[in-house]
């Protein structure tokens, strides 16, 4: 079915959906339309607009998601020795996709990943797109409908999170050749731009200042731009029971446009600022 028709007829199912239930068979055969359409990455929830820069979200999609949370019952599933309860079965073909997949990772049905991405023990949730050649690693969460560009390394303990409802709010965006340090939090429609480092254990969401470090200006809330090293900090800010420090996210350096850096460069930098990686 093409695209647009099939967008139409999603839409037409959600301004229904307190109707449907998982007795709608024809509602599931569309919805489940939709969802491989994701699963094999010929349509996304969300991408940036490289006219304006913008991220576009498509809202159907993120409906076709929540239609069929509805439209699906329990079941039980078996992977091997390993028993799971719930509605959407996991993700398959790793080997014809160019996907390594380590025991103990998962992927939901309905998530895309690209050729050649590693998922360590990790878990991706549906709706959300993996770019080819990232890194997964140990323990890192992809949540729903999050958009990891290609060349990613998510590290060690990443929460990526995810952004379902409401269908028009904007996901995480981590855009192509970034670097993701161990322990990071990056939720709520935040987003990291093309090149940057984001140093280990940093917070990142949408109300949290972004702040260049050499003119203290504050560059946005909860998107770190493009090509930089930015890293966890604080700020000082007095209210009436007294003067506390915020948390922020602090531009250390500026890092040269389409140069990939090497751990250890990265590692020298963090070092001069007292920060790790």
Not at 232 to 260: D, H, M, W, Y
Request: aromatic share 6%; glycine share 12%; proline share 5%.
């Amino acid at each position: 079915m093409p695209m647009a028709d099939l967008q139409s007829q999603i839409e037409e199912l959600w301004s229904r959906a307190g109707e449907l239930g998982p007795t709608d068979v024809d509602a599931l055969a569309l919805v489940t339309e939709a969802i491989d359409l994701l699963d094999t990455g010929e349509a996304r929830v969300a991408e940036v607009d490289p006219a304006t820069g913008q991220v576009v979200v498509h809202q159907w999609l993120k409906q076709a998601i929540l239609l069929l949370f509805r439209l699906c019952s329990m079941e039980t599933i078996e992977v091997g020795p390993f028993e799971f309860a719930d509605k959407l079965p996991l993700k398959r073909g790793y080997a014809a996709s160019g996907v390594r997949v380590v025991p103990g990772a998962s992927a939901r049905w309905g998530s895309y990943l690209g050729n050649g991405v590693v998922c360590m023990p990790s878990y991706v949730n549906i709706g959300a797109r993996v770019g080819a050649g990232t890194m997964v690693d140990t323990w890192a969460t992809v949540g729903s409908c999050a958009q990891i560009g290609e060349r990613v390394h998510l590290s060690g303990g990443v929460g990526i999170g995810g952004v379902l409802e409401p269908a028009q709010a904007a996901p995480v965006v981590i855009e192509d050749d970034v670097y993701i340090g161990s322990r990071c939090m990056v939720v709520e429609g935040a987003r990291v731009g093309e090149g940057s480092v984001l140093g280990a254990g940093s917070i990142l969401n949408p109300s949290i200042p972004v702040i260049d470090g050499e003119t203290g200006e504050e560059l946005s809330r909860g998107h770190v731009p493009p090509w930089c090293v930015a890293v966890q900090a604080s700020r000082r800010r007095e209210f009436s029971g007294g003067e506390f420090f915020l948390p922020c996210v602090l531009v250390i350096k500026r890092l040269t446009e389409g140069q990939r850096h090497g751990k250890a460069q990265l590692n020298d930098i963090l070092r001069q600022h007292g920060v790790s990686m």
